[in-house]
């Protein structure tokens, strides 16, 4: 956990010393060359942060199966793993729902973990198999940019679906509240 922390950190202080520098002096291949070299390492920290199966993507935005958006708070509406566990909730404020926070709360097991980590211009993604306690199996597919801003479509067996998108965080800097679950 520390070390997706240093590489997290590394990678913003990297990002600050490159752009840092008096860019006027520098010619456009080279600050090409530095823009790419920014991205290579922030995926990498990003591959490193879904390898670790310790993260939450806090949710600002859900969309329907219709592709309706609606805005919400991201600290009660969120995707996250930790290990071989995962729990999704949907909440809205104002209201009172099954989990105590106006939504519902779905904690689960993950039982296939797939990483892809995409060619070098394209992001990395995740794909998983959530098995949710009272909803049966849902596929995941988490999209997720080098900035940290990720999408993570849920499909259910009986065709539910619900997008979440929002930033990737560490387990240990999320700031979400977990409603209770009622299965």
Do not use: C
Not at 39 to 47: D, L, P, R, T, V
Not at 84 to 112: C, P, R, S, Y
């Amino acid at each position: 956990m520390r070390l997706i922390v240093f590489f997290i950190g590394l990678m913003f202080f990297s990002s600050a010393l490159l752009f840092g520098q008096n860019n006027k002096n520098l010619s456009k291949k080279e600050k090409k060359e530095q823009k790419k070299q920014l991205q290579i390492e922030q995926k990498k920290a990003m591959i490193s942060l879904l390898e670790s199966k310790e993260w939450v993507i806090e949710a600002h935005t859900v969309f329907d199966r219709y592709g309706l958006s609606y805005q919400l708070n991201p600290s009660i509406n969120f995707v996250g793993i930790n290990g071989d566990e995962g729990a999704m909730q949907l909440g809205f404020d104002g209201l009172i729902g099954w989990n105590g926070v106006g939504g519902v709360t779905i904690d689960g097991n993950v039982t296939k973990y797939e990483i892809k980590e995409g060619k070098e211009n394209s992001s990395p993604s995740v794909t998983l198999r959530f098995q949710g306690r009272g909803i049966g199996f849902a596929t995941i597919t988490i999209s997720v940019t080098t900035s940290g801003q990720a999408t993570a479509k849920v499909n259910g067996d009986f065709g539910e679906r619900i997008t979440f998108s929002g930033i990737i965080k560490p387990l240990s800097e999320s700031v979400v509240y977990k409603g209770q679950s009622l299965f």
